[in-house]
């Protein structure tokens, strides 16, 4: 890639086959990135719409939508990076070092497999918790004004004060 809108960019049939990426993987993942983006901001417009015509709590199959939606940013998380890993393959260092010259000689495989079955079940009770903790705080819902607070009220305070009818002097 350059800066200079002139120069051609390098089709993929430049680079010798065994130094290209997996293309399906790297295709996929990057569209659906972005089609998950595209779609979450598509779905925040309508919000905004329907909120402004008065119409956003009536429509259940919307808040049903966003609810859904929560999962999209951490799906289109983990495909973004699989563009970025898959996609710089077979290099480590681009142009200098291949990923299987990076493999490590003094580590066996079943380690590999033991410590990422570890970070998997880790992750997936950290998700667990979050999904618990998310429907927790939804069931829960927002904090009324006496409960958060002095600070918070301030400003419903100073309104009510500005608002009460000056005495006569
Ligand atoms: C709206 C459309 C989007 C566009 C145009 C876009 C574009 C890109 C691009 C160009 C890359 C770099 C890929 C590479 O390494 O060559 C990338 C990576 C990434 N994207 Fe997206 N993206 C979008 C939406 C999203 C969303 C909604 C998320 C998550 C909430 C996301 C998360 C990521 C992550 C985590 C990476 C990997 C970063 C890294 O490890 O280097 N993207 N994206």
Known sequence: MSRDSKTPVTGLEAIPAADRPPLQI???SYHAMIAIGIGLIALSLLGCLLWWRGTLFENRLVLWLFVLSVLGPIAANELGWITAEV?????????????SDGVSANLAG??????TGLFVMIYLLLFAVFVYV????????????????????????????LEQPRAQG
């Open 26 to 28: 790297t295709f996929q």
């Open 87 to 99: 996609g710089r393959q077979p290099w480590i260092v681009q142009g200098l070092m291949r990923t």
């Open 110 to 115: 079943s380690q590999v497999v033991r410590s």
């Open 134 to 161: 998310l429907n927790d705080q939804i069931q829960h819902g927002p904090e009324s004004l006496e409960e958060q607070g002095p600070l918070v009220q301030l400003p419903e305070r100073l309104r009510e004060i």
